[in-house]
C-alpha cells in the first residue's frame, strides 16, 4: 500500500511561481508511476504531469514550457514547479500514484491564482 500527501498550494497573483509536493510512504518501490491531476471548479479531474518510473515525463499541453514535474529518488517527495502561471491554473491538485493493479490519490492542494 502506498499512501500520498500533497502540500504547498496557496493563493500566487498571475505570473508568479508555487511548488507543488507530494511526499509518498509505504511500498513505495511498488510504483510504476507517478504525479499530478487537476480539478478546476466544475470542471472534470485532468491530468497535469506524470513521471513514470523510466523517468519518462508527460505533460498536460497547457502547461508544456511552464510546469516542471521532478522527483530525485523513489524515496524523495515528487514536484511540480509551476511558473508563470494562470488564472486557468487554479484547482485543487491531487497526486497519485500508481502501483500494478491499483492507484492511490492523495486529497489535494489549493492553488489559487489571481489575476
Known amino acids: 500500500q502506498v499512501h500520498v500527501v500533497e502540500s504547498g498550494g496557496g493563493l500566487v497573483q498571475a505570473g508568479g511561481s508555487l511548488k507543488l509536493s507530494c511526499a509518498a510512504s509505504?511500498?513505495?518501490?511498488?510504483?510504476?508511476?507517478i504525479g499530478w491531476y487537476r480539478q478546476a471548479p466544475g470542471k472534470q479531474r485532468e491530468l497535469v504531469a506524470v513521471?513514470?518510473?523510466?523517468?519518462?515525463?508527460n505533460y498536460a499541453d497547457s502547461v508544456k514550457g511552464r510546469f516542471t514535474v521532478s522527483r530525485d529518488s523513489v524515496v524523495k517527495p515528487l514536484y511540480l514547479q509551476m511558473n508563470n502561471v494562470k488564472p486557468e491554473d487554479t484547482a485543487v491538485y491531487y497526486c497519485?500514484?500508481?502501483?500494478?493493479?491499483?492507484?492511490?490519490w492523495g486529497k489535494g492542494t489549493l492553488v489559487t491564482v489571481s489575476s
Open positions: 497519485k500514484a500508481e502501483v500494478p493493479y491499483n492507484s492511490y
Open positions: 509505504g511500498n513505495v518501490f511498488s510504483i510504476n508511476s
Open positions: 513521471l513514470s518510473s523510466g523517468g519518462r515525463k
